[in-house]
């Protein structure tokens, strides 16, 4: 059997999933929002309101999409802040502890985010956990679109762990916080459980008609009950 064909092979998301980043979030949301002329937002609005792409989470709040010169502004503002706050985030509740548990045990885990690559995988390596995914992928260009292409490359990229040449998508469980990511796993025929820690309300996740999990724990097991139904 391949490497990655023993149980669920689990791709993570970072942002609002194992980086409990949700407090800083919203903290550089209101800051950004202070030097754009908006007002205030709450952290139940905002997830309410948060969407991928990101322009359409702007779009909610101004009634209309912003312009190209727009975006460019304030996706510059907010990482601006973003990024002087993210250090500070710790991991998820028992996200380190699980990720080790998962590679003693055998399974494998891969980690895809819309977060630039030049700073996921520093910061993915200052929590000391980078050595349990099989493989990193962060953006590499300028397109805030969702993950669905993205999660194409990225299962590509993991074929080569396994000995047949071809990843199993059916023992593929994508774990993340947004809708965006349920959308990306049923693009490349892969299962999805949501997690409520991040940045969507509960409500907005269970319109995707996926598993919806309160803690990282649970949603390891029931993509290990998904894949095992499968089999």
């Known amino acids: 059997m391949g490497k990655l064909l023993r149980g669920a092979h689990i791709v993570w998301d970072w942002n609002g999933t194992l980086l409990h980043d949700i407090d800083a979030v919203i903290d550089a949301t209101n800051a950004s929002f202070a030097e754009l002329g908006f007002e205030p937002i709450t952290l139940e609005r905002y997830r309410d309101l948060y969407c991928v792409p990101v322009p359409r989470f702007y779009e909610r709040l101004m009634g209309r999409l912003p312009t190209d010169a727009e975006w ?6 907010f990482h601006k802040h973003y990024w002087t706050r993210a250090d500070a985030c710790a991991l998820a509740e028992g996200a380190s502890e699980l990720l080790a548990a998962r590679r003693a045990d055998g399974h494998t885990q891969s980690l895809l985010s819309l977060a630039p690559h030049e700073h996921l995988v520093p910061i993915v390596r200052r929590h000391g956990i ?3 995914f099989v493989r990193i992928d962060g953006r590499t260009d300028e397109s805030h679109a969702g993950k669905a292409e993205r999660m194409v490359r990225h299962l590509a990229a993991l074929d080569e762990f396994d000995e047949s040449g071809e990843l199993d998508v059916a023992r593929v469980v994508v774990i993340g916080d947004a809708v965006d990511d349920a959308v990306a796993a049923a693009h490349v025929g ?7 820690g991040g940045s969507h309300s509960r409500t907005s996740l269970e319109a995707a008609g996926v598993p919806v999990v309160d803690s990282l724990a649970d949603a390891v097991d029931v993509a290990e009950r998904l894949v095992s139904r499968a089999a």
Do not use: D, G, K, P
């Open 72 to 77: 460019q502004i304030m996706n510059a503002v």
């Open 130 to 132: 980078h050595e349990h």
């Open 190 to 196: 892969a299962r999805a459980v949501l997690y409520t």
